[in-house]
């Protein structure tokens, strides 16, 4: 019987979204990282131009008679044009007196001593960049220091971010779908090792239980080699499992049949009525104890041999017929005839051993209730399944007890007084179920009891 195991998920799917969340980690890192960058860059080349700009300017400032004079040139703001058409705002102060440009626009927080500087913030109502240049001049009878502020709204910058961030996105998502794709292979080229094992294992016949020697990934190699050890305690008890019920029938069935034939000796010098019916009790018993031993040891070969199956191509009907042959003179001893019909010729890939056990023990459950002066009928057909069906004459399955006369150890009402020991119709099912089959318990209508093996 295979124990139901519970899953507890799927190694697969454990390495495949591990794989996966990595690489959306990574994504989304790389999509951050580029966007970063390309922000860095291009508030850089704004930096740059706003800084030529202004300096421009500040190269355009003079002092002539003692007046400054500043005439800007028409590159300092063309330089600054953008296709998102970006404004302009400029302010010049002189020894921190607003002279021209814009009166709103200045950078308080610039240091008086730093000669340029950049910065974002916020002028009518719009994002802007600010730069801040500044220069010294010298006249004749005095100096001043002109500082030119030049700002530039960022329409423009934020469409190339928004581009570049769009790219970067499509870049990303392309990396994940390439990373998902890889996770997908990796997972199965991992677990395929562990696939292959199992397949290796599931291709196995019963008895081959051969040692793994192919190669292994390390992190497998501590389990093939438990499973090898827990094959190689498994073959030994199995063996040890199968000369034990061989050497126990043995060492029961004959000290049991010398016992039986030294009473029924025994029995022929007694006289004294009283000691003739104790020794016909102890045969009786003898008799008991025989079948009792012999069906439990066939029962325990049953269960050995139904977990591995020796399956071998078989002539039923001269299996069957073989062993009518040789039960053929206990019938006779009790005045029944075994009837054997078949449709000709059938055939059936099986355990020969175990279902000849079968077919023994439903037999000879025939023969025991059969009255005399009777026939038990053994009938071999294709229907569409191999049945075996064995009939005989008798009293008949107890019909409330027929569910359950398979049951190991269960006898029925009517079989007091019937040596026997409720293991027949456990081991005909179990052979029954071990080849896909199963038994089935009826009445004849005219009388008696049908046992059909099926296979």
């Not at 330089?79 to 058409?85: A, E, G, H, N, R």
């Not at 090792?193 to 040692?211: A, C, F, I």
């Not at 190669?215 to 389990?223: H, I, T, Y």
């Not at 037999?363 to 025991?368: F, G, M, S, V």
Request: net charge neutral; charged share 20%; with cysteine.
């Amino acid at each position: 019987m295979t124990a139901s195991l519970i899953a507890s998920g799927s190694l697969r799917n454990r390495l495949v979204l591990t794989l996966i969340g990595g690489a959306a980690i990574l994504t989304l890192l790389l999509f951050f990282a580029i966007r970063n960058y390309a922000i860095q860059i291009a508030q850089q080349g704004q930096d740059n131009i706003l800084g030529a700009s202004a300096t421009s300017i500040l190269d355009a400032a003079s002092i002539r008679d003692g007046t400054l004079e500043i005439d800007i040139p028409y590159a300092s703001f063309s330089m600054l044009s953008t296709p998102s058409d970006d404004r302009v705002f400029y302010a010049i102060y002189q020894d921190g007196n607003f002279l021209s440009g814009y009166a709103g626009l200045s950078n308080p927080s610039v240091n008086p001593g730093r000669r340029s500087s950049f910065e974002t913030t916020q002028f009518q109502g719009e994002t802007v960049r600010v730069a801040t240049a500044a220069r010294t001049l010298i006249g004749a009878e005095n100096r001043t220091q002109i500082r030119v502020y030049l700002a530039q709204t960022q329409d423009a910058l934020s469409g190339t971010l928004d581009k570049i961030s769009r790219n970067a996105a499509l870049f990303g998502a392309g990396f994940f779908a390439l990373a998902t794709l890889l996770s997908f292979w990796a997972s199965s080229t991992t677990i395929g090792q562990l696939k292959r094992l199992t397949t290796s294992v599931t291709r196995r016949g019963p008895q081959d239980l051969r040692p793994f020697e192919k190669p292994v990934p390390s992190e497998m190699l501590a389990l093939v080699t438990s499973l090898n050890s827990l094959m190689g305690r498994l073959d030994q008890s199995l063996r040890q499992s199968e000369d034990f019920i061989a050497e126990a029938a043995h060492r029961v069935r004959t000290p049991l049949a010398t016992v039986r034939s030294y009473a029924e000796a025994t029995l022929q010098r007694v006289d004294k009525q009283e000691n003739r019916q104790a020794m016909r009790s102890m045969i009786r018993a003898i008799d008991e104890s025989s079948r009792a031993a012999g069906q439990l040891l066939d029962h325990a070969m049953t269960t050995f041999r139904a977990d591995h199956l020796e399956r071998q191509e078989i002539d039923l009907v001269e299996l069957v017929g073989e062993l009518v042959e040789r039960l053929t003179p206990i019938a006779d001893m009790k005045d029944v005839r075994l009837n054997l019909r078949s449709e000709g010729k059938i055939t059936c890939s099986g355990d020969p051993i175990l279902i000849q056990n079968a077919v023994r023990n439903l037999i000879d459950n025939a023969l025991k209730y059969a009255p005399g002066e009777s026939a038990v009928d053994i009938a071999m057909i294709m229907n569409p399944d191999i049945q075996i069906k064995v009939c005989d004459s008798g009293p008949g399955f107890p019909p409330n007890e027929i569910d359950i006369l398979a049951t190991r150890f269960t006898r029925g009402q009517n079989a007091a007084g019937t040596i026997g020991s409720g293991l027949g119709l456990t081991i005909a099912q179990d052979v029954a179920m071990a080849h896909g089959g199963d038994l089935l318990l009826s009445n004849r209508p005219e009388g008696g009891a049908c046992a059909t093996l099926s296979l």
